[in-house]
């Protein structure tokens, strides 16, 4: 079975300064995508970015970046240029390309503050 | 935008109590998930549907049941409330298996 392990809890940042957020799993498979996933304190969950396990270049969203390292089985999310309203869970998560439907597991997520 | 609206954001219920958390969408989505997330356990999957009257168990089924009557609408039913389903419920929603799931606001849910 697949897992996701988000090891850091919680972070914290400066505003304007750069933050990564670390995501490890564990699969057989070879096929795959995987997410970053932003909760605001109250708000409703988000999709920040995703990254298809069989392109080598990765993802970028603006502020938001990844490095996907497919052997390592890591996926960790850099944000950059801090935000307040950055501050959030973010959750990790993984889809099989494989199967009938459409099922995400995801880290235990890390919760990340932003300071001014 | 894609809109997924549950029908309560806070909820208090006595153990032994039947309680209906409904979610709504209005994307015309085939697919409908319901999730709970627990601090250091992120979300776990209870049960999903992929088409109306279809559905699936998740990882965590046990004390849960779901209905899907009608393709807007998703509701997870907890037979007899338990404190271990004191929790935050998501509902999710996709197109199809593949695309993006969008999620509800979540119900806040105390078991007393």
């Known amino acids: 079975a697949q897992t996701v392990t988000q090891s850091q809890p919680e972070m914290s940042v400066q505003e304007a300064e750069t933050v990564t957020l670390s995501c490890t799993y564990d699969?057989?498979?070879?096929?795959?995508?995987l997410f970053w996933y932003k909760q605001p304190p109250s708000r409703q969950m988000i999709l920040v970015i995703r990254q298809e396990a069989y392109k080598q270049q990765n993802a970028t969203e603006n502020r938001f970046s990844v490095n996907f390292q497919k052997a390592a089985k890591s996926f960790s999310l850099k944000i950059s240029d801090s935000q307040l309203g950055d501050a959030a869970m973010y959750f990790c998560?993984?889809?099989?390309?494989?199967?009938?439907?459409?099922?995400?597991?995801f880290g235990a997520g890390t919760r990340l503050a932003v300071h001014p | 935008d894609v809109k997924v609206t549950q029908s309560s954001r806070y909820l208090v219920k006595r153990t032994g109590e039947k309680v209906f958390l409904e979610c709504v969408q209005d994307m015309d989505h085939e697919n409908m998930f319901w999730y709970r997330q627990d601090p250091g356990l992120g979300l776990r999957l209870i049960y999903f549907s992929y088409d109306v009257k279809m559905k699936e168990k998740g990882d965590i089924p046990e004390g849960y049941s779901v209905s899907r009557e009608k393709k807007e609408r998703f509701s997870l039913i907890l037979e007899s409330a338990s404190t271990n389903q004191t929790s935050m419920y998501l509902c999710?929603?996709?197109?199809?298996?593949?695309?993006?799931?969008?999620f509800g606001p979540g119900t806040r849910l105390t078991v007393t």
């Open positions: 699969t057989s498979e070879s096929d795959y995508y």
């Open positions: 999710a929603s996709s197109f199809l298996t593949g695309y993006e799931q969008y």
């Open positions: 998560a993984y889809r099989s390309a494989l199967g009938g439907y459409n099922k995400l597991i």
